[in-house]
């Protein structure tokens, strides 16, 4: 996802890493999340669900029960619900932090008993005691407080406002059923798959992979105040942001279960779909295991048998540093920031000027589904061909050179690199991994980054783990900074929401294209960072919208309408002059949506209106898009008026030739 719209998703637990992302002005963490309100209906009836909500059906394809977990997003400070968003009313609660002992609060130090905060604390053995009073912890402005309470004079108070959870009718799914639960507009949070569950009464529910609350083997939470433990696979969802949904599905926290998302609306991009099952081909060091086996029949729950064990989940590197006694092959001290985004790299994506690969399967999902391209083994670019601005992710293309931008740029020792524009890290003549090609320097997270690269072939074994993730689940977050090929937007269709399908272990049949025989595995030395390719052929199962097809026709420019808004989503610059343009574009999108509905029904007259409002919208959009303060401030932009141009045309010959029957 753009850097500019990144969120917290996968990192909750300490936050360091992927994504903060900021929607409408908040920066989005997770925390705890009662149920304010429930709206959910038992089986797959979308229906249930009003126009104004998004109907998110639940279906179990595996052998075994799912438990289903969910949380809301948390943002912005607050004192009471009333600081928080309410329309419609109960979206959002505030979730003041409190505490129940001095393990709820921050340690403050101390020489002296005047040194303590608060009524009636002493210093004891160099800390303060108690810090936990009368239900609010005592706080320093140097210490800090949790949930993300602010110290005033001395107490901690007020906390985040919270998304509501809206719990399913029953948590577990059993084998072929499925439940569907309807989420408010403007809601953003995350879903997953709880796998070997045991209730244990009350808000109790144990699970071997996906629980939330303590670690497994200690009883978690049936529903969740906080999120998952790793290894989960995640689906993340933000709502009707800038006027479309945003949504990935991730393995940034791991891989427990396979997990398939699929919206509604006909060219949106169906998400998550693995090749293979990752806990079959999970590196030895990043392996959950459950028990010993014979055969896969032996490995309950999902689990696959590897080397006699259940390997029951897939860690990735960043929570198995964090986890007690990590395995020493992955050399947690010297590599840890580099597994987490840390350090020199934290929020410095090496993705964030184009998209980096493994081999040509990461270079398939690029600008919302829509393009593909060819990865570069030598600088692990995605490379695409091209001979107009249309063509490219971005909306620039170097003709001289028949490619999309950014293009590369050679260099010797004594040359100096061009300094790019941000959020593009600085450029560095690079004379080993690239040979002689400016490219980011050492302080990126991906693998454009020498040094990353060998981090990621450390915890992989051999090929870097991001490269196994990404062959078994090409659409799915592999590592943080996988946005180019992991994230999709989609626009609601004519007044009404966006729809989605979330399916555990889902069948293996496409629902819209063949499936496709493709190689997905890559092996490397880890002493190096040369990677070689070895051939490994697979039934794709992934399900992509691919090019969008060409002419004056409703199935055109509707496609190519919710590329354009994807496409404006994408762009980086000050969120006012982004927000108007796509508050343009989706205009334009959803009058020729409901344009093709009216003249399904046979009302000539009003398709007409619609239509034409739809022509004005993208006039406005390409003058908007060429002004002097959108040039200067969002690169990209004006390219974008190309595409619009043409839709404007088309929507003409559309308009003069349309046939719908009587008005």
Not at 270 to 277: E, H, I, R
């Amino acid at each position: 996802m753009p850097a500019s719209l990144r969120r917290a998703g996968s990192r909750e637990r300490s936050f360091p890493r992927r994504r903060f992302h900021v929607l409408a002005g908040l920066v989005v963490v997770l925390l705890t999340s009662p149920a304010r309100g429930v709206r959910a209906s038992d089986g797959s009836d979308a229906t249930a669900c009003s126009a104004a909500e998004h109907a998110l059906t639940f279906a179990n394809g595996c052998p075994y029960p799912i438990w289903l977990g969910e949380l809301g997003n948390a943002a912005g400070f607050c004192r009471s619900d009333g600081g928080c968003l309410q329309n419609p009313p109960g979206l959002q609660f505030c979730n003041i932090s409190t505490c129940s002992s001095d393990a709820d609060c921050p340690a403050i130090q101390c020489a002296i008993d005047g040194d303590c905060p608060g009524t009636g604390a002493t210093c004891s053995n160099g800390r303060c005691t108690p810090t936990c009073q009368q239900g609010q912890c005592a706080c320093k402005p140097a210490t800090g407080c949790p949930g993300g309470a602010m110290c005033e004079s001395e107490k901690c108070v007020g906390g985040l406002c919270q998304y509501t959870t809206y719990p399913p009718p029953d948590w577990q799914l059993t084998t072929g059923n499925s439940a569907t639960i309807c989420i408010p507009a403007g809601w953003g949070g995350r879903f997953w798959g709880r796998t070997g569950c045991t209730p244990g009464g009350g808000n109790v529910l144990t699970c071997r992979t996906g629980q939330c609350g303590p670690p497994y083997p200690l009883a978690g939470q049936l529903q969740c105040h906080v999120s998952a433990n790793p290894p989960t696979t995640l689906f993340e969802p933000t709502f009707d942001s800038l006027g479309v949904d945003f949504y990935d599905v991730s393995l940034v926290s791991g891989y427990n279960v396979p997990l398939e998302v699929t919206p509604s609306t006909a060219g949106c991009v169906v998400t998550g779909a693995c090749t293979s099952d990752l806990n079959a081909t999970c590196p030895v060091s990043l392996g959950v295991t459950g028990g010993s086996c014979t055969t896969g029949g032996d490995c309950a729950d999902g689990g696959a048998c590897v080397g006699g064990q259940c390997v029951v989940g897939c860690m990735d590197p960043c929570d198995q540093c964090s986890a007690p006694n990590p395995p020493a092959a992955l050399d947690c001290p010297a590599n840890r920031n580099f597994y987490c985004c840390e350090g020199a790299q934290k929020s410095n994506s090496c993705n964030s000027g184009s998209a980096t690969c493994f081999d040509d399967n990461d270079c398939k999902n690029l600008a919302n589904g829509k393009l593909s391209a060819t990865c570069d083994a030598t600088t692990r670019l995605c490379l695409r061909s091209c001979t107009s601005d249309a063509e490219c992710p971005a909306g620039t293309c170097d003709t001289t050179r028949g490619q999309c931008t950014p293009p590369l740029v050679t260099c010797s020792a004594a040359q100096v690199c061009p300094v790019p524009k941000p959020p593009q890290p600085p450029l560095t003549c690079d004379q080993g991994l690239a040979s002689g090609v400016c490219v980011p320097g050492l302080d990126c997270c991906g693998p454009y980054n020498p040094q990353w690269l060998q981090a990621a072939s450390v915890a992989g074994g051999g090929p870097p783990w991001v490269a196994t993730f990404k062959a078994a689940c090409p659409t799915a977050y592999s590592y943080q900074f996988d946005d180019p090929t992991s994230t999709f937007t989609c626009a609601e269709n004519g007044g009404q929401k966006v729809n989605y399908t979330i399916s555990f272990c889902p069948l293996s049949t496409p629902t819209t294209s063949a499936p496709t025989t493709t190689t997905a595995t890559t092996t490397s030395n880890p002493s190096s960072t040369t990677i070689t390719s070895t051939t490994s052929t697979v039934t794709t199962t992934t399900t992509l919208s691919g090019g969008c097809p060409m002419g004056a026709r409703f199935e055109s420019v509707n496609c190519r309408l919710s590329d354009l808004v994807a496409r404006v989503g994408a762009l980086s610059g000050p969120r006012g002059l982004r927000r108007r343009l796509l508050a343009l574009a989706t205009k334009a999108t959803n009058r020729t949506q409901g344009a093709r509905q009216r003249c399904a029904s046979g009302r000539k007259r009003k398709t007409r209106a619609l239509l034409a409002q739809a022509i004005r919208a993208l006039g406005a959009f390409r003058s908007r898009a060429a002004s002097r303060a959108v040039v200067r401030k969002i690169p990209g932009a004006a390219a974008l008026g190309t595409p619009a141009d043409a839709l404007r045309n088309d929507l003409r010959s559309l308009r003069a030739a349309l046939t719908c029957g009587p008005s």
